[in-house]
């Protein structure tokens, strides 16, 4: 129990050389495609395809030269044919619970876990949670209706293996999500970023003040917004606390990567749970050079019900394999977590754009809230994209907001944008991920998905 007075969850793996990690994962990755080939015919048939057998990924160079990369559209594609679940490799009686994706990128994928699964996904969350002090007996409030979308879930996972008082906010309004928060004073209240953030706005409106709960951390996923300053900013005024915790999950692979108490600008990856490498969307090699953008491509090795070896998630992110901003964690980091995706990056006359950097942008004009929708279109064979905030409550010309906000971004970007601010209340609020980008291209405009090798 003596380590349990440290401040890593798992010393041994969170601080081992990068040459230690990088062997463990390789023999990891060899067992793991030996089993999934025998036990899921989806990746059989795929491996077959491509004439490859488990014997011969010997090498990093043969993992990421020769294994074909898994992407939604096969599991979507199998799921159509087994049960409603794509790329099974354990049969139905060993299933506990069933989720599914939140379809922002298209269909609903199914997900299926067994109860080691679910126990396992939230013992992930709980490297950050003890990194920030968390400790049983405390407290969790959990700010969201329990639905199909895995991710929120995964911190209740969390608090029951560390121990924690869970206390539910599903099924109430928002209004009485905040009496409840101001009554129960959790130590930790979980929710997307732009859901924490519209809590605020709904006390406010009520004449109450979120600070006087006195909750200790913030937590909470499914959008870029906690490492991006603008948003910290003010959720740290609004609740009276600095202490965020950041995470990136992937929901089929319950991959995690979570921010430590050093860094709030971005993620370490969760090595004990998976591995995870980048690579040029466009040639899918790797790309090693520090800092460089690619697509993360990830293996879990939580999910046995239904493996992802390999698999694409089209999320485009930095990468720092050997970080070093003084937690003494050595597991990758992602500087400002997913940067965009590959079919929403938007190259506007030579300028790339992502997401993250213009939400970045809108935060730092006054008089605009959080709330965005990046609209993108394809006129006379240029992409185009259309910057939709919201004004703050009060504010009396949404037109000169909007040519602020133009000004702001092409002396930025480096390109000029089109904007329109409408007034306050007008755009729609989420409890899960929140649609920011809205893509009106037909499918064969979008940046081109390629299959398997």
Known sequence: MEARADRYWNRVTQTAPREVLDALHLRKLRHLIEWTYQNSPMHRAIYDQARVAPRDIRTWDDYYRVLPFTDKADYLADQEKHDGIGGAALPRR???????????TGRFLGEVFTQY???KGGS???YSLWEFGIRPGDSMYLCFDWGMWV???????????????VISGGGVPGPERVRQILERR????????TYLLHLAEIADAEGVDLRQANVSLLAGGGESGMSIPVMRRRLSAAWGTERMLDAYGIGELLHVAQSCRDSCEGVHVIEDAC?????????????????AIGENVVTSYTHFAQPFIKYRTHDLVRRQRDPDHGCGWTWAYLPGVVLGRTDFMVTIRGVNVYPTAVESLIGEVPGLTNHYELHIHRVAGMDRMLVKAEARAGAPDCSALS?????????KLGVRL??????????????????HVIDHRAAEERSPRRGNP
């Open 403 to 411: 040519r602020q906000l133009a000004e702001h971004v092409q002396r």
């Open 117 to 119: 699964e679910m126990h």
């Open 418 to 435: 089109e904007t329109e601010v409408v007034s306050n209340g007008t755009l729609p609020r989420y409890q899960v991920k929140s649609r």
């Open 186 to 193: 959790p130590t930790i209240v979980v929710g997307t970023p």
């Open 94 to 104: 060993y299933w506990q619970q069933y989720f599914h994706t939140t379809g922002t």
């Open 275 to 291: 591995h995870s490498y980048s690579v040029d969307p466009e040639t899918r090699l790797p790309i090693a050079e520090r800092d």
């Open 151 to 165: 991710g929120l879930w995964s911190f209740y996972w969390a608090a029951r293996n560390l121990g924690l008082l």
């Open 124 to 126: 992930q969350y709980c």
